[in-house]
């Protein structure tokens, strides 16, 4: 069955359920973190919480996280693990709906954005945002995205993307917004042949727990670390952090 919910992905309550899935993948979660680990700094605003997945890790070495999450779906099993916590503050809004002079208030230092650039279809505007609320006195814009517009399939649409990205994609829409690259890389190509797989063999439109869980117990353990000694010339996704540029338009 061909799903697509790049503009109903709102609205659904698949996108909480995959999250639950892919919220198992542990160590792969603990990768993602460690790749962000290093460019967070202590007033965090993280757009696209989900379910709250990395915000738990994030609110361990920040100061202040602000998260936005525009699934209802998401946001009440986001609220389950993260409401009562002081220094978290969740707003269940669209990116779109934010306040620029109340963000700009918040003097946040980085702006993280973990696999959902690609739900966004104006990108660059939200890249433009993330530039402004962070500032050029040090900000950081630290994203994830899922790579390789070719491994584009019914999951993707399913999930609601809009896009895959290549590192000239990405770069060129950094660029395009205000903000300069610091580093980039792609991670995970064992990942990538098994979404190859599914968008092109198996036609899946949703992530399995038996997936995840062979992933999990035979891949992760031996090619996760292996990406710290050889970096990948393709990956699942990109990793990316850049800085605003100053006096950008």
Same mark, same amino acid.
């Given at each position: 069955?061909?799903?697509?919910?790049?503009?109903?992905? =709102?609205?659904?309550?698949?996108?909480?359920?995959?999250?639950?899935?892919?919220?198992?993948?542990?160590?792969?979660?603990?990768?993602?973190?460690?790749?962000?680990?290093?460019?967070? $700094?202590?007033?965090? &605003?993280?757009? @696209?919480?989900?379910? #709250?997945?990395?915000?738990?890790?994030?609110?361990?070495?920040?100061?202040?996280?602000?998260?936005?999450?525009?699934?209802?779906?998401?946001?009440? +099993?986001? +609220?389950?693990?993260?409401?009562?916590?002081?220094?978290?503050?969740?707003?269940?809004?669209?990116?779109?709906?934010?306040?620029? =002079?109340?963000?700009?208030?918040?003097?946040?230092? =980085?702006?993280?954005?973990?696999?959902?650039?690609?739900?966004?279809?104006?990108?660059?505007?939200?890249?433009?945002? &993330?530039?402004?609320?962070? $500032?050029?006195?040090? $900000?950081?814009?630290?994203?994830?995205?899922?790579?390789?517009?070719?491994?584009? @399939?019914? !999951?993707?649409?399913?999930?609601?993307?809009? +896009?895959?990205?290549?590192?000239?994609? *990405? @770069?060129?829409?950094?660029?395009?917004?205000?903000?300069? !690259?610091?580093?980039?890389?792609? =991670?995970?190509?064992? #990942? *990538?042949? @098994?979404?190859?797989?599914?968008?092109?063999?198996?036609?899946?439109?949703?992530?399995? +727990?038996?997936?995840?869980?062979?992933?999990?117990? &035979?891949?992760?353990?031996?090619? !996760?670390?292996?990406?710290?000694?050889?970096?990948?010339?393709? $990956?699942?996704?990109?990793?990316?952090?850049?800085?605003?540029?100053?006096?950008?338009?």
């Amino acid at each position: 069955m061909n799903v697509d919910h790049r503009f109903t992905q =709102t609205q659904k309550r698949y996108a909480a359920d995959d999250l639950q899935t892919m919220k198992e993948a542990v160590r792969y979660q603990a990768h993602i973190f460690d790749l962000l680990r290093p460019h967070v $700094g202590s007033r965090v &605003f993280e757009v @696209g919480c989900g379910i #709250g997945t990395m915000s738990r890790r994030l609110v361990d070495v920040a100061e202040r996280l602000v998260c936005i999450e525009p699934n209802l779906n998401c946001a009440a +099993r986001a +609220r389950e693990v993260l409401d009562g916590d002081p220094r978290v503050l969740l707003r269940v809004c669209h990116l779109e709906e934010c306040s620029r =002079t109340e963000l700009l208030q918040q003097r946040f230092d =980085t702006v993280v954005c973990v696999n959902v650039l690609e739900h966004i279809e104006d990108d660059i505007r939200a890249l433009r945002l &993330f530039r402004d609320v962070v $500032g050029p006195a040090g $900000g950081r814009v630290v994203i994830f995205v899922p790579a390789v517009q070719a491994a584009y @399939g019914p !999951l993707d649409a399913a999930l609601g993307h809009h +896009r895959r990205y290549s590192k000239r994609s *990405l @770069g060129r829409a950094l660029s395009t917004s205000g903000i300069d !690259l610091v580093t980039m890389k792609y =991670t995970n190509p064992i #990942g *990538l042949l @098994g979404w190859m797989y599914n968008a092109h063999i198996s036609r899946t439109t949703e992530h399995t +727990r038996d997936q995840v869980r062979l992933f999990e117990r &035979f891949v992760a353990p031996w090619a !996760l670390p292996l990406e710290r000694l050889v970096s990948p010339p393709l $990956g699942l996704s990109l990793f990316a952090v850049g800085r605003p540029r100053l006096h950008a338009a």
